[in-house]
């Protein structure tokens, strides 16, 4: 078993150990065997996998574009075009993100009306 941190089972921790944690264990909780060994498999099951993943990085993304927007406003050093350029950085990933919010509350109201599981 290879092991990179632990993880509290209710077991004390083992001595002279570091922190540890079941790398099978958190592949299973990722991708459920049941889930990859199903030959009834459809997309639908393997974006239903995959959408929380898709949010985060959209997520991380818009984190990354806001902060250099906002570095290359800073910097601009008043230059109109360069300031224009900057907001347009800001804009365009604020509508991204936008986009991204209203595409994941659409699905959760596609959930509740048709009484399907999405996620």
Do not use: C, R
């Not at 993880?7 to 958190?26: A, F, R, Y």
């Not at 990859?36 to 991380?60: C, E, H, M």
């Not at 406003?73 to 986009?99: C, N, R, W």
Request: proline content about 6%.
């Amino acid at each position: 078993m290879s092991y990179l941190a632990y993880v509290p089972t209710g077991e004390p921790m083992p001595s002279g150990d570091s922190i540890k944690i079941n790398l099978q264990e958190v592949k299973d909780s990722v991708f459920p065997e049941s889930l990859l060994k199903n030959p009834n498999l459809t997309l639908g099951d393997i974006i239903s996998v995959l959408i929380p993943y898709a949010y985060a990085l959209a997520g991380i993304i818009l984190f990354v574009l806001l902060i250099l927007g906002g570095f290359s406003y800073l910097t601009s050093g008043g230059d109109p075009k360069k300031v224009e350029m900057a907001q347009g950085k800001i804009t365009h990933a604020l509508m991204g993100f936008l986009i991204i919010f209203l595409a994941y509350w659409l699905a959760q109201l596609l959930e509740i009306i048709f009484g399907i599981q999405i996620f």
